[in-house]
């Protein structure tokens, strides 16, 4: 009999797709493209979506609901991480000959500092589905470009007008920019900027969002539904197939694994 490829793993019940619970929060998800700091698709990710456990979800829905009615949006860059895309993270960061990205994402950081610096994780908070990487858009949102290979780079601290251009409003830093100026508070970043990141900080924190000081993008929802464990099921529809809410034929078949009950 021919080999079976081994099942991926599933999402627990409890993870859903954002889009499901608030399908206004706009969504730019880097690592299923090339525009990030490796430079490609990170593995894992097979479809822009952003899978979050159920309660982190509703409290991004409950922030939403806070920033329409003054003109913003949230836009997420990154959500659930599978296990497998940080073990890429951590691969691509001892190849110290590929430094394709650099220009862009880490200018004044040395490769081999990336995670001893605390702007990339061994162990990710993402993998346990209730950190987010986000930012705000002013509405209404004009249309971005994709990133091209190999187009010339830009620091990601440069001038707003100067950085690879990105909807949403100015934070002093691109997403992603490993860069002391991207500390939240950082005193170099003032007026507006600063402005925009403690708009984002204090609509978060009042749901219970916690801020990581390293990134003003990177927040996870506590309690956490999972502190200890990191999952790596893929970034895909198929992770959460079955669940309430996905677009699935009802009589799709169930997972091989994890099995959660079915809408019917
Ligand atoms: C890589 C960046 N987007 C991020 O999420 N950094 C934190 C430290 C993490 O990897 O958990
Ligand atoms: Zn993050």
Redesign the pocket.
């Known amino acids: 009999a021919p080999a079976r490829a081994t099942p991926e793993p599933k999402a627990p019940r409890d993870f859903v797709a954002l889009h499901s619970v608030d399908p206004t929060i706009l969504h730019e998800i880097r690592y299923v493209t090339p525009h990030n700091f490796v430079g490609e698709r990170i593995d894992g990710y097979r479809q822009p979506l952003c899978i979050l456990t159920r309660p982190a979800a509703e409290a991004l829905r409950a922030a939403q609901r806070r920033l329409l009615p003054q003109g913003y949006s949230l836009k997420v860059y ?1 959500c659930y991480r599978p296990q497998r895309a940080v073990d890429h993270f951590v691969r691509w960061a001892e190849d110290l000959d590929d430094q394709t990205m650099k220009a862009e994402f880490y200018p004044n950081v040395d490769k081999t500092r990336l995670f001893a610096d ?4 061994e162990k ?3 993998s346990r589905g209730s ?1 987010v ?1 986000l930012t705000l858009v002013k509405l209404p949102a004009h249309p971005t470009r994709p990133y091209r290979p190999g187009e010339p780079l830009t620091p990601c601290f440069a001038p707003r007008d100067e950085r690879f251009p990105d909807n949403s409003v100015d934070m002093g830093t691109g997403y ?1 920019c490993f860069d002391t100026l991207s500390h939240t508070l950082d005193p170099r970043i003032t007026g507006e900027q600063r402005a925009n990141r403690m708009q984002l900080k204090n609509t978060l924190e009042d749901l219970g969002f916690v801020n ?1 000081a390293e ?1 003003w993008w ?1 927040y996870t929802f506590k309690p956490e539904a999972y502190p200890d464990t990191y999952f790596d099921f893929p970034v895909a529809r198929s992770s959460l197939a079955g669940h309430r809410w996905t677009a699935l034929p009802t009589d799709a078949p169930s997972a091989i694994g994890y099995s959660p009950a079915r809408v019917r």
């Open positions: 990154d605390g702007y990339i994780a990710s908070g993402h950190t990487d992603d990581l990134e990177h």
